[in-house]
């Protein structure tokens, strides 16, 4: 019993055909459905790690910081991320600078982007050992520039409460669990000096994309009063046992907002998919 992937994370977006172009402009994403009130994007072949665009009547608000609760950023591989960089910022998007740092044993080149829909973007290079996880819209297209979406990162107050969600009702398994901080850090994100981060990672067991990542931070001051009327909404995760893995849910006393759909951490509805494999 085990969430497997992502399969896709729901926006929802004020002007869909506006964000649609963002999305295609900035991350070579292809149309894959185009229904009443959505869009469906991804990577052609890639089975999982999709964005689905769904048009809300909201007003557009002042964009959130990195570091406020609730689903915050996306994750994607990029093999050119300088090249990346300047396509967000034709796109509409607003890059912060790129930086290095140490990571397990080798260098990480990253950077983070506010996109559209007042979704922030965190994007590692591939480096030529290619990506540290699998992405099969990489492997499958060594010319492909980005991967499928990587993980859904939710800003939390409680790492340990939101990967046990994970871990003991969706059977996920933890990769990672760090505090960054430091110089580096505050460049790349933008936060004041002596803050730091808190990174919690997970996967399904094929550690297939998209995965789920949880910050937490300390030493900021977050917006107060937020009320998010676009952005991150929900993540659709894939399980082969969907009666089993919604019973350990109900088991565990999570609170059900309708059929197969859960309020998870921070408010980021988890909604349960059956596939077969």
Known sequence: MSFLSIDEVVIHVVDIEASAKFYIGAFDLHMLASENDS????????????????EVRAREGVAPQVWDLGPRLLGMYSRNLASTLKRIESAGGTPRPLVSYPYGGGEMREAIALGSDHVWWTLPEVGADGPRQPSPALEQNPARQHGELHTVVVVVEDVDQAIAFFRDAGGMTLLFD?????????????FPSGASLRIAFLAGPEKAPARIEFMSFEGVERSEGRKDNIGIRRIVMNTSELAETLAKFVELECRMI????????????????EVKQ
Not at 262 to 273: D, F, K, T
């Open 39 to 54: 869009i469906l994007l991804g990577v052609l072949n890639s089975p999982s790690g999709r964005i689905r665009l769904r």
């Open 178 to 190: 760090g505090v960054m901080q430091g110089e580096v850090f505050e460049e790349m994100i933008g």
């Open 258 to 273: 309708s059929e197969n759909v859960i309020e998870g951490p921070a408010g980021i509805e988890v909604e349960l998919r």
